[in-house]
């Protein structure tokens, strides 16, 4: 079966920096989403990943290991507003994502 | 409009009643999407379409139904609801199909079937 792993919860503090992993196990691999969830909002695209390495793009980075089934999402300088829900998703080798259950990051003063 | 909008926002609905969830696009995307969010479960797709006139069947696609009569609507059909459907529904386009193009979700609609 298709699985996405990653942590159900994860608590920082503002000004820090904060890694959510997620692992994978795919039939195929076409590359690798991750979007923020607000709660009660919809899901918006953070990024992209589908070569290894990792990507910036502001306070976001997103790295990838293919070989390892494994990314995270390190978000830097956090500030209250990053409090959500990330989502880790997976293109296979259907080209149909398959979506992890979510990250729920909660930002303290 | 700019981006994707659905309707209703919310609702309550009797087991057995027929329910359409609207969703419009102006983004002129071709692909679109329906996708069901429940608590402690990822995003599962419910049904696609690659362009006008062609639909598909995701991962849960029982009780529902689709069609996309052209580029911009895909509403989605509970022919008959049942409170296994009680859930958050998000539709969603990607200017390509493929899976690799970035997804735009609407606001969603929180359904609940009693």
């Known amino acids: 079966g298709q699985n996405i792993d990653q942590p159900t919860e994860m608590t920082a503090t503002e000004g820090a920096i904060v890694q959510i992993n997620c692992t994978y196990q795919t039939s195929g691999f076409n590359g690798l989403f991750w979007y923020q969830q607000h709660a009660g909002e919809a899901p918006t695209f953070l990024s992209y990943n589908v070569l290894d390495g990792l990507e910036e793009k502001g306070r976001f980075s997103s790295f990838l290991s293919r070989s390892k089934g494994y990314s995270y999402l390190l978000l830097k300088e956090l500030q209250m507003k990053d409090s959500a829900s990330y989502l880790c998703?997976?293109?296979?080798?259907?080209?149909?994502?398959?979506w992890g259950a979510g990250t729920k990051l909660i930002i303290k003063p | 409009i700019a981006g994707i909008t659905q309707a209703p926002t919310s609702q309550i609905l009797a087991a057995g009643r027929r329910m359409t969830l609207r969703c419009t696009q102006d983004?002129?995307?071709?692909?679109m999407y329906w996708y069901r969010q429940d608590l402690g479960l990822g995003l599962r797709l419910i049904h696609y379409s690659n362009t006008a006139g062609t639909t598909g069947k995701g991962e849960v696609p029982d009780g529902y139904s689709v069609s996309r009569a052209n580029t911009d609507d895909f509403p989605l059909t509970l022919a008959s609801a049942v409170p296994s459907q009680t859930s958050v529904y998000f539709c969603a386009s990607s200017p390509r199909t493929g899976g690799t193009d970035t997804q735009y979700f609407g606001p969603g609609t929180r359904l609940t079937v009693l």
């Open positions: 998703a997976v293109v296979d080798s259907n080209y149909q994502l398959i």
């Open positions: 983004m002129r995307h071709n692909a």
